[in-house]
Structure formats: C-alpha cells, structure tokens
C-alpha cells in the first residue's frame, strides 16, 4: 500500500519521501523503532491521503502498452479531478499476471506517517526488497515490480512494491503482506484486482491493524489509466527509476 499523514507541500515531486515534518530515524537503527497506531484524526487523515493517491507502476511485466514513454504506468481513482483523469481509460486489457493474480502494494517508507529521511526510507525499502525476494511460505509471489503512491499537486511520493500471487492463494498472500507490513510499522497496505465483467481495475486500502479493519473496512477506488504523466513532465520524473523485480512468465 503507507504509507502518511498530515502533508506538507514540498516543492521537488521527484523527492522521495512525504513532507510532514516529523524528523529522521539514523541509518544505523537496524529496524524501524516500535510506533504506536495513529489516533482516529490522524487515521482518518492517512486514509484520505491514500484513498485519494495516484499510483505509478514502473515497467509493470505485460503493461508496455498502457504504460507511458519512461516505463511508467499512471493510474488515478476515478473520483480524481477531470483534469488529471483526461483522456484516460477507465478499463484496459490486462495482462495475466494482473488480471489472473491477486496484486497487494506495500512500502517501508515514512511508518505510521512519520516522516524520515530520504536516505533512511531508500534502505528501509532495499530491505524490504531483499524480505520480498526471500518469501517462500505460505506462498511465494509470481511476481513483483517497483510501484509508488505519489500526489503532484500535495508533492510527496513515496516508493514501494505491488506483489502478485496467485488468486487461490489470496487469503494466505493477503496474511503474508499485512505481517510484512507490520514488521515496517505500516499502517496500511494497497489490494488490487480486476473486475472480470468490466476489466476495471480496483484499489482497495487495508488497515494493517485488524481491529481497525474489521470496524473501518477498506475504502475502494476504481482506477483510471492515464495517457501519460499526469500534469506535466515533473511528474514524469517521478518514474526515472526503471528496475523490475523477479517476475513469472504466464
């Protein structure tokens, strides 16, 4: 998913990271320091964060048609503004790995909307990675890719991995990706997956806090593929990073 909180502007969208001014972790903490859950205003402030952020997959496997010239594919909820959701498609042919998998977006980033430095959250993510790349019980993932969460016009982005696993084993990837969450202090994770009557594709927001999940439920998006970069060419930037996760041929 995780990924917030209150958001200060920043003004560089190719800045990693999400400005809310909280102060940096030392890059020789060898995990994320235990945070408590955020109070309901803040909850419900990271909720609409999330529910409302754009999302770019880079250089996603099967999506080179949807994506645009730098590898990125755009998408944006389609409650968005008009002016970013021009032109765009609210269906798409998938490809197999999205359309026949279940698809969850995690990050190691900011936890609990605690804003750390740019450095600190890059080998946050990196471990992370490497934890993606060991999982082996009770599923290992077909596939994973570099994704972000990012808002031009709030300017923060912040850098994280969609995961995609095979739908019989949803229930058991979902319960692996929360506790991955949890061990980077996350307060949420993104699921995805694709209407078969429509080809939309929809985001649900999870709660890594169960209880809170089971009172608050998920609040879903359907998204919109976008032509491009939305804005402008400084949102393009956030895409210059064009790296590909082990993926499975389907």
């Excluded at 998913?1 to 209150?6: D, I, K």
């Excluded at 590898?71 to 026949?100: C, N």
């Excluded at 600190?120 to 972000?148: Q, S, Y």
Aim: proline residues 6%; negative net charge.
């Amino acid at each position: 998913m995780s990924w917030l909180g209150a958001i200060a502007q920043r003004a560089a969208l190719a800045t990693v990271g999400v400005g809310i001014g909280l102060g940096a972790v030392s890059l020789t903490d060898k995990s994320p320091k235990h945070l408590a859950p955020p109070p309901k205003h803040e909850a419900e402030s990271l909720a609409n964060t999330w529910s409302t952020a754009l999302d770019g997959w880079i250089d996603a496997p099967g999506c080179e048609s949807l994506s645009a010239p730098n590898g990125v594919l755009y998408m944006a909820p389609s409650t968005a503004p008009k002016e970013v959701l021009q032109g765009g498609e609210a269906s798409a042919d998938w490809p197999r790995i999205v359309s026949r998998s279940v698809l969850f977006s995690l990050t190691a980033h900011n936890p609990m909307g605690k804003t750390h430095a740019d450095d600190w959250n890059a080998a946050m993510n990196a471990r992370l990675e490497a934890d993606i790349g060991e999982m082996r019980r009770p599923c290992t993932p077909r596939g994973f890719w570099h994704t972000f969460g990012f808002n031009v016009q709030e300017g923060w982005r912040e850098d994280g991995f969609t995961l995609a696993f095979a739908k019989e084993e949803r229930a058991f990837a979902r319960s692996q990706v929360l506790s991955l969450a949890a061990k980077y202090q996350q307060a949420a994770i993104y699921a995805w997956r694709v209407e078969p009557d429509t080809g939309a594709l929809v985001r649900e927001l999870v709660w890594v806090d169960r209880l809170k999940q089971e009172q608050d439920g998920g609040a879903e998006e359907r998204m919109v593929v976008l032509k491009g970069a939305p804005v402008d060419e400084a949102a393009a930037a956030l895409g210059a990073r064009s790296r590909v996760g082990k993926k499975e041929e389907l």
